[in-house]
């Protein structure tokens, strides 16, 4: 009697926790359905055929940098006016650590290593603020610039 109980306590304890065991697997989501194509607008009747509104692509917009770079590059311009270069490429740096992919920061960073002197570093900002540029020409030109003194 003693081994049919035990025997009974073991399977249902095996039956317990083979209920308890997963697969590990979860459930699969169904595949998104793409969008639906945009209505074509209806045939003109006048037989003149009207092409669809696409928006002007604007490659060689400079972006609008945020209040508080501009602001950090207006106090950055005024302390180099001011002859305080340490200062300004403290703002600078500070700038770039609040949008590090603005070339107009790189830029201006550059001109202040190169008044102080440190043409190897000029040289190195104004080629990482010509590979953020873009499409920015004259900004491009003012990098070659400081580039060519740099290497003077």
């Known amino acids: 009697m003693k081994s049919s109980s035990r025997i009974l306590i073991l399977l249902s304890s095996a039956l317990l926790l083979a209920g308890c065991a997963s697969t590990g697997r979860i459930a699969s989501r169904p595949a998104p359905t793409p969008p639906p194509p945009p209505p074509q607008p209806p045939a ?8 669809p509104y696409r928006p ?9 940098p945020s209040r508080a770079v501009q602001a950090l590059l207006e106090r950055a311009e005024d302390q180099q006016r001011a002859g305080d270069l340490v200062a300004a490429a403290n703002t600078l740096e500070r700038a770039l650590r609040i949008d590090p992919n603005d070339a107009r920061v790189w830029n201006r ?6 008044a102080q002197g ?20 004259a ?7 400081i580039i060519a003194r740099a290497r003077q």
Request: net charge positive.
């Open 44 to 51: 003109p009747e006048s037989g003149v055929e009207v092409a």
């Open 56 to 64: 002007p692509q604007v490659a060689n917009a400079r972006p609008q």
């Open 109 to 114: 960073l550059a001109h202040v290593r190169l």
């Open 118 to 137: 440190r043409y190897r570093q000029a040289a190195g900002l104004a080629a990482k603020s010509n590979a953020l540029a873009r499409g920015d020409a």
């Open 139 to 145: 900004l491009k030109a003012d990098n070659e610039r």
